[in-house]
């Protein structure tokens, strides 16, 4: 991340292990085939990564870096 102002916002909206359960989905989630719904199919996978998501988003918005 370019700014300590979204690695702020994650912490204060996600648990570490919250989050690096959310990046592992995340990053994963585009892996091909039945492997790859391993990752994109739970109900808690798509539930973080969403979470991950808007808090990401929510940070952006707020930093004023990139402004």
């Known amino acids: 991340y370019k700014c300590v102002c ?3 916002a994650i912490a204060a909206e996600m648990s570490h292990a919250e989050f690096a359960e959310a ?3 995340s ?3 585009s892996t ?3 492997r790859g719904g ?3 199919d739970p109900e808690r996978a798509r539930s973080l990564v969403a979470r991950l998501e808007a808090v ?3 940070g952006k918005a707020q930093c ?4």
């Open 6 to 8: 979204l690695v702020d």
């Open 23 to 25: 990046q592992v989905f």
């Open 27 to 29: 990053q994963l989630r």
């Open 32 to 34: 091909a085939g039945e």
């Open 38 to 40: 391993v990752f994109r």
């Open 56 to 58: 990401i988003k929510n």
């Open 64 to 67: 004023f870096i990139g402004k």
